[in-house]
């Protein structure tokens, strides 16, 4: 990834990536749980950095960011929509935000709490929960979804977990060193986090949302129920209609890059055009 950065604090440091054009319009993505920025890789390398500046994070514990010193204090969804959102009002420029599973949580619940420069969220593998009430109906019965909150795995759970979110065998061997790095212990605590219900009614900020929401699912994902976004009222749903994504699994940015950022492009570009 081009243009790497870190920016420390007392608990952890994160790496930032940019690379792009120095446009009006920011596209900040953010990767989901047990993943890291590289998961953008085919973003960040395609002609999108020709007509936008793109940036990207690995969350606290991910990729080449430090584990944090008080996991427990940092490994939450209060405190990590909080912390992106700070840096982006650091940042001052009006922002996409692309997130992928976990990462369009933060994305959603970011773009509410922080909505001054935010001007469109764009998320695949991530159904909008009002509480972990939802999680029966949101999440299909596999049981691959619970090695994602596991702080250990192992080796047949890692393979488990590696088959469901990817169904392209290329990239099996690339997500499996993204799992393995990451720190254990931000899957157990962003698990109790959910469990508290730390996360925002993230259905109703779909159902309020002055801003355009672009949803995408994989048409293979093992992980998603399809159908449980049928139960999100959603106000200002792109083209109104969910964007099935072929030949891709739980991570559509990665297996399907082509057809992922054409739809970027016609999202963002949509969106500037009517500012």
């Known amino acids: 990834m081009q243009n790497t950065r870190f920016i420390e604090n007392e608990d952890f440091k994160i790496a930032v990536y940019a690379t792009g054009l120095e446009t009006d319009l920011y596209i900040l993505f953010l990767h989901g749980n047990s993943e890291n920025a590289l998961i953008f890789k085919k973003q960040f390398n395609s002609s999108l950095k020709d007509s936008f500046h793109l940036l990207a994070i690995d ?25 992106a959102g700070k840096l982006l009002e650091q940042i001052n420029k009006p922002v ?8 369009g949580h933060l994305a959603l619940e970011i773009a509410h709490m922080y909505p001054k ?15 972990s009430a939802d999680f029966a109906n949101a999440f299909l ?4 979804t ?20 990817i169904a392209d065998a290329d990239y099996l061997s690339f997500y499996k060193e993204m799992v393995r790095e990451t720190d254990g212990q931000f899957r157990s605590f962003i698990f109790q986090s959910l469990l508290n219900n730390e996360m925002m009614d993230e259905k109703s900020i ?3 949302s002055v801003i355009p929401i672009a949803i995408l699912h994989g048409e293979k994902d093992m992980i998603i129920n399809p159908e449980y976004y049928k139960s ?4 200002n749903l792109w083209q109104n209609k969910i964007h099935l994504i072929p030949h891709a699994s739980h991570l559509p940015c990665l297996e399907n890059a082509t057809l992922y950022n054409n739809l970027l492009t016609q999202f963002v570009n949509n969106i500037w055009q009517d500012k």
């Not at 192992?154 to 979110?165: G, I, K, R, T, V």
């Not at 999100?232 to 106000?235: A, L, Q, Y």
């Open 59 to 83: 969350l606290p514990g991910h990729g080449k960011s430090s584990p944090a010193k008080e996991p427990k204090a940092v490994y939450n969804l209060p405190y990590l929509r909080d912390y």
């Open 96 to 103: 996409v935000l692309a997130g992928s599973s976990f990462g």
């Open 117 to 131: 420069n935010i001007k469109g969220v764009f998320i695949d593998g991530t159904p909008p929960l009002s509480s």
């Open 141 to 144: 019965p596999n049981p691959a």
């Open 146 to 165: 619970a090695c994602l909150f596991k702080e250990k795995i192992s080796d047949e759970e890692l393979n488990m977990l590696c088959n469901a979110c």
């Open 206 to 208: 779909a159902a309020n």
């Open 232 to 235: 999100v009222p959603f106000k």
